[in-house]
């Protein structure tokens, strides 16, 4: 009898000993069930040559080529990653919908005498709950937005918070992206799989109790934000941090040193902004950058750029702002105080 969760929280919680995904590694990398390892029954190659064989020639002989290579690799699994198996270790198999290929794994795994099961309509049960989740409906969550113009050290603040118990939600860090136009962080992950770490990271919530974001656009890096959350984001009161400009100038050096000391990464970055801030005032950032004038040029993007693209989303968004709070600095002493004020005031949020 195939497990069939009824929700994506019976899905996570599903108590098997290990979740094996038997699809190809091109389909485990773009997404899978949290936690799951990939043991391919079919490897990219083989896939594409089953498949082409199934829909050009004869679906007969394509069946019967992807079953030999089903059972070659499912041996070779046997008796490579799995051998050290005891008898009470209990798989969950899954691959595309459930069909011949966790199928067959599974049913060779239960013959050896371990007690393996299948995820009834594999991976596509999955993200169907993970849609129902994200496009479908409204969250139950209490969610806040941390808001505040660039260099306000939000994203930093979220560790601290969580430390004291605060339910927060890393959007940058699940999309591998600072959320701004120099914000890349290297490859980020499919659309899919961010999708998969934020459901994951919702399950894990109390509903009852606020769940903190970092006020965002709509789309971080290549990554849109789900529906369901960006429409409770729209509707969320925030709480707004406010600093100095010299001090979010010097912890926005700190904070993409990495693409600021950079001239040539740098200056294709900001090639699209000529359109937005005139071509004199980007050529003047790229002459800063090369001539190695970091903090100026830090300033100069935050109070000719960020601050005015700031300004304009706070008028086109009228944000419920119930509580702003003012940083003295952006240092660590001066984040532990703020991150302590922010835990009050959501404390102190109405319900």
């Known amino acids: 009898m195939p497990f069939s969760p009824t929700s994506l929280t019976d899905l996570l919680d599903h108590g098997f000993d290990t979740v094996i995904d038997v699809?190809?590694?091109a389909e485990f990398a773009e997404d899978h069930v949290p936690g799951a390892v990939n043991l391919p029954v079919l490897d990219n190659d083989e896939r594409a040559r089953v498949g082409t064989m199934y829909t050009q020639m004869s679906?007969?002989?394509?069946?019967?080529?992807?079953?030999?290579?089903?059972?070659?690799?499912?041996?070779?699994?046997i008796e490579g990653p799995l051998s050290d198996r005891d008898g009470s270790w209990r798989?969950?198999?899954?691959?595309?919908?459930?069909?011949?290929r966790s199928g067959t794994f599974a049913w060779l795994l239960s013959e050896i005498g371990w007690r393996s099961d299948m995820i009834g309509g594999g991976y596509k049960t999955y993200r169907r709950m993970v849609v129902d989740m994200l496009h479908r409906g409204a969250l139950p969550h209490r969610f806040v937005q941390l808001g505040g113009y660039t260099g306000t050290a939000k994203t930093a603040?979220?560790?601290?918070?969580?430390?004291?118990?605060?339910q927060v939600i890393d959007l940058e860090g699940l999309a591998n992206h600072r959320g701004s136009l120099l914000g890349g962080m290297g490859p980020q992950p499919s659309q899919k799989a961010f999708e998969t770490a934020l459901a994951?990271?919702?399950?894990?919530?109390?509903?009852?109790?606020?769940?903190?974001?970092?006020?965002?656009?709509?789309?971080?890096?290549?990554?849109?934000?789900?529906?369901?959350?960006?429409?409770?984001?729209?509707?969320?009161?925030?709480?707004?941090?406010v600093a100095p400009l010299e001090a979010r100038t010097e912890y926005l050096?700190?904070?993409?040193?990495?693409?600021?000391s950079d001239s040539d990464r740098l200056r294709r970055k900001l090639a699209p902004l000529k359109a937005h801030r005139?071509?004199?005032?980007?050529?003047?950032?790229?002459?800063?950058?090369?001539?190695?004038d970091t903090r100026k040029l830090t300033r100069s993007l935050m109070e000719d750029h960020y601050?005015?693209?700031?300004?304009?989303?706070?008028?086109?968004?009228?944000?419920?702002?119930?509580?702003?709070?003012?940083?003295a600095g952006l240092h660590a002493a001066d984040l532990s105080d703020v991150a302590a004020r922010v835990e009050a005031a959501l404390q102190d949020m109405p319900t």
Not at 157 to 166: F, H, I, S
Request: proline letters at 8%; hydrophobic letters at 50%; one cysteine or more.
């Open 307 to 327: 601050d005015l693209a700031y300004a304009k989303s706070m008028r086109a968004l009228a944000p419920n702002v119930f509580r702003q709070i003012t940083a």
């Open 23 to 25: 699809r190809s590694p």
């Open 278 to 292: 005139g071509e004199a005032l980007v050529s003047e950032w790229i002459r800063l950058s090369a001539a190695g």
């Open 91 to 100: 798989p969950l198999v899954y691959c595309w919908r459930g069909g011949q």
């Open 59 to 77: 679906p007969f002989d394509a069946r019967k080529l992807g079953a030999a290579l089903v059972v070659r690799n499912a041996a070779a699994h």
């Open 200 to 241: 994951r990271r919702l399950c894990r919530l109390d509903p009852t109790r606020p769940v903190l974001v970092e006020a965002e656009s709509s789309k971080i890096g290549d990554l849109l934000i789900p529906p369901s959350l960006w429409s409770a984001m729209k509707h969320a009161p925030w709480v707004e941090i």
């Open 157 to 166: 603040l979220l560790p601290l918070l969580a430390a004291r118990g605060v």
């Open 253 to 260: 050096m700190r904070a993409y040193d990495d693409i600021l």
